[in-house]
């Protein structure tokens, strides 16, 4: 089965910017993938951030972009704050039907 | 405002079947645009898609899951429920609910989870 990879962490400092990547064990990620991004604090359920590559999902800053870099997709945070010290996981669509597969998220750390 | 609520034991056995419930207000879960998904979260680990639904009750598994997963539909009770059986320690995670966007193939909606954990 695929693995979908993603930075185990990363830190960013307050007002930077910084780019979380999602990528694939086989092959590259391209739009065909429909990647989503997802942002879960502690003990709360995941919230939705970027869908279809780009798409923001309603009510999310526009701080937070998504696109594919290279063979990856990207999602990139311009301007970081302190509330988005969070775990971000990327979703891939593998076809088959339904299935998708997460990748293995992201520690942000913003210091 | 769409909601999903899930819902089941909190505590299963091992080797027995873990069931739980979700329920969905706000909308109808025989809307021809939307699937229904279960993802799981052990502690301290990452999410893990289980399978997806949609309201006919075509169901699509998570291939290492498959042999253990069951995934049904209720549409009178605007619900859906999963099954997992044989279960272990390793089955131990927050479960939850999600409404699983067709033409984008994202999740838009999620239930607030439940915790359920596998121990004699």
Known sequence: ?111 | QLQLQESGPGLVKPSETLSLTCTVSGGSISSSSYYWGWIRQPPGKGLEWIGTIYYTGNTYYNPSLKSRVTISVDTSKNRFSLKLSSVTAADTAVYYCARHESWNYFFDYWGQGTLVTVSS
């Open chain 1, 1 to 111: 089965q695929t693995v979908v990879t993603q930075e185990p962490s990363f830190s960013v400092s307050p007002g930077g910017t910084v780019t979380l990547t999602c990528g694939l064990s086989s092959g590259s990620v391209s739009t065909s993938y429909y990647p989503s991004w997802y942002q879960q604090t502690p003990g709360q359920a995941p919230r939705t951030l970027i869908y279809s590559t780009n798409t923001r999902s309603s009510g999310v800053p526009d701080r937070f972009s998504g696109s594919i870099l290279g063979n990856k997709a990207a999602l990139t945070i311009t301007g970081a704050q302190a509330e988005d010290e969070s775990d971000y996981y990327c979703v891939v669509y593998m076809g088959s039907g339904f299935s998708v597969v997460f990748g293995g998220g992201t520690k942000l750390t913003v210091l």
